[in-house]
C-alpha cells in the first residue's frame, strides 16, 4: 500500500513538472524575439494563430512588424487585435 501510494505520488510530481516545463507557442515566440530572432518568432506565431485566434497574438505580431518597419503588415494585425478585444485598442471606448 506504502509503494503504491509512493508510485503515485512520484508520478504525479513529474506529471506536474512536464507540465510547467513545457513552453506554449507564445512563449516560445516572445523568448525567440528577445533573443533577437524575430524572423524564427514571427513564423511560429503566425503558425500559432492559423489554429488560433488570439488578440494578444496579433498584437504581438503588430509590433513586431512595426519594429522591423513593415508598417503594413503591422496595421494588419493590430486591426486584428483590436476586433477581437478591444483592449488593444488606441481609441478609448466609447460608453
Known amino acids: ?6 508510485i503515485l505520488l512520484v508520478f504525479s510530481i513529474l506529471s506536474f513538472s512536464l507540465c ?5 507557442p507564445v512563449e516560445k515566440a516572445y523568448n525567440l524575439y528577445y533573443q533577437g530572432k524575430s524572423d524564427k518568432a514571427i513564423e ?4 500559432y494563430i492559423k489554429d ?3 488578440a494578444s497574438a496579433y ?8 519594429e522591423k518597419n513593415e508598417i503594413d503588415k503591422a ?11 478591444s483592449f488593444y485598442s ?3 471606448e466609447k460608453q
Open 44 to 47: 511560429l506565431m503566425e503558425d
Open 59 to 66: 498584437y504581438f505580431l503588430g509590433y513586431v512588424y512595426y
Open 52 to 54: 488560433t485566434p488570439d
Open 1 to 6: 500500500m506504502k509503494v503504491t501510494v509512493l
Open 20 to 24: 510547467i516545463a513545457a513552453e506554449s
Open 75 to 85: 496595421m494588419e494585425f493590430f486591426s486584428k487585435s483590436f476586433k477581437l478585444r
Open 90 to 92: 488606441p481609441l478609448e
